[in-house]
């Protein structure tokens, strides 16, 4: 008797489909999607000739899919692995099952489906490679790099023998830009910030890209930013726009004092705040509080600072 129902196979869960950057193997179903606009995941890789696992973060998409009935194991992964090779994905790590047993493979990714978002989770998903004993095991990871990042593609298969069936846990990762502009600093965070540490970085400030002009989200930090001024008359202040490493630097300079300068004269236009209590600089990527190496750390370097004067 099972311990749970058996799935429908003739059709797919409602709602789902396949990702576009990668179909199931024909005949397949997919019994359960889920992912994230950003978040991060850990994805195999190989480290002296070992896999390992590695945590990369970008938009997630996880697929889980019952393959044909009577379709082997091997077979559904080869297929996936020339797919991958043949769309230019460089392969970081892959296994059969004789390798993968050797490796210990399928025990570094057995918690990996119940680490990741689900519509919902059921125990299929909990338990594809539970206790790292499932038969039939194969791996693949590959990854292909492009302008804004690498993508990541992991497909991890075992055999459910009662059904005769392949379980295929298939995730993707794309590169993912943070929007911005989403937490605002109060008032009195920005009195206690200029007064303890004389300054804070604004993140609630946002421009359209590579452009000075500022967002209408903006409106809500900018009239903190007024509220503060105002509690302090007699506090002047460097109003400093900071950029990331993208792009030339002397081009950033220019774009970082435009957008220091569109904050100042909209503190003054907008809020009365007179313009000579206010001195806008610029200072592209001079002083980045993050890794430019990351869009983690990029996002932070994008800032706007008061500076006490």
């Given at each position: 008797?099972?311990?749970?129902?058996?799935?429908?196979?003739?059709?797919?869960?409602?709602?789902?489909?396949?990702h576009?950057?990668?179909?199931?193997?024909?005949?397949?179903?997919?019994?359960?999607y889920?992912?994230?606009?950003?978040g991060?995941?850990?994805?195999?890789?190989?480290?002296?000739?070992?896999?390992?696992?590695?945590?990369?973060?970008?938009?997630?998409?996880?697929?889980?899919?019952?393959?044909?009935?009577?379709?082997?194991?091997?077979?559904?992964?080869?297929n996936?692995?020339?797919?991958?090779?043949?769309?230019?994905?460089?392969?970081?790590?892959?296994?059969?099952?004789?390798?993968?047993?050797?490796?210990?493979?399928?025990?570094?990714?057995?918690?990996?489906?119940?680490?990741?978002?689900?519509?919902?989770?059921?125990?299929?998903?909990?338990?594809?490679?539970?206790?790292?004993?499932?038969?039939?095991?194969?791996?693949?990871?590959?990854?292909?790099?492009?302008?804004?990042?690498?993508t990541?593609?992991?497909?991890?298969?075992?055999?459910?023998?009662?059904y005769?069936?392949?379980?295929?846990?298939?995730?993707?990762?794309?590169?993912?830009v943070m929007?911005?502009?989403?937490?605002?600093?109060?008032?009195r965070?920005?009195?206690?910030?200029?007064?303890?540490?004389?300054?804070?970085?604004?993140?609630?400030?946002?421009?359209?890209?590579?452009?000075?002009?500022?967002?209408?989200?903006?409106?809500e930090?900018?009239?903190?930013?007024?509220?503060?001024?105002?509690?302090?008359?007699?506090?002047?202040?460097?109003?400093?726009?900071?950029?990331?490493?993208?792009?030339?630097f002397?081009?950033?300079?220019?774009?970082?004092?435009?957008r220091?300068?569109?904050?100042?004269?909209a503190?003054?236009?907008?809020?009365?705040?007179?313009?000579?209590?206010?001195?806008?600089?610029?200072?592209?990527?001079?002083a980045?509080?993050?890794?430019?190496?990351?869009?983690e750390?990029?996002?932070?370097?994008r800032?706007?600072?008061?500076?006490?004067?």
């Open positions: 008797m099972q311990a749970h129902a058996q799935p429908n196979f003739s059709k797919d869960i409602a709602g789902g489909s396949d576009p950057l990668l179909h199931r193997y024909e005949g397949s179903m997919l019994h359960m889920g992912g994230e606009n950003m991060q995941v850990r994805v195999v890789d190989t480290e002296a000739g070992k896999p390992v696992l590695r945590k990369v973060e970008g938009k997630t998409a996880n697929r889980f899919y019952w393959g044909p009935k009577g379709r082997s194991a091997l077979e559904i992964h080869r996936y692995q020339q797919a991958l090779s043949a769309a230019g994905f460089k392969i970081l790590y892959a296994c059969e099952t004789d390798q993968c047993e050797k490796d210990k493979a399928q025990r570094l990714v057995q918690e990996l489906p119940r680490e990741v978002n689900w519509k919902s989770s059921d125990a299929y998903i909990n338990s594809i490679f539970n206790s790292a004993n499932q038969p039939r095991f194969h791996l693949v990871s590959a990854a292909k790099p492009g302008p804004g990042g690498s990541y593609v992991m497909v991890a298969l075992s055999e459910y023998a009662d005769q069936r392949v379980r295929q846990f298939v995730q993707i990762v794309e590169p993912t929007e911005g502009g989403k937490v605002t600093v109060d008032t965070a920005i009195q206690d910030g200029l007064q303890r540490d004389g300054k804070v970085a604004l993140y609630g400030v946002t421009f359209d890209t590579n452009k000075a002009v500022i967002r209408e989200q903006s409106s930090q900018l009239e903190q930013m007024a509220k503060a001024l105002q509690a302090q008359p007699k506090t002047k202040v460097f109003i400093v726009g900071h950029t990331d490493d993208q792009g030339e002397e081009a950033n300079l220019v774009l970082s004092q435009k220091a300068q569109a904050v100042a004269d503190l003054a236009g907008k809020y009365g705040i007179a313009a000579n209590r206010m001195m806008p600089r610029g200072v592209a990527n001079l980045p509080v993050g890794s430019n190496a990351s869009e750390g990029r996002a932070k370097n800032r706007v600072e008061l500076v006490v004067r």
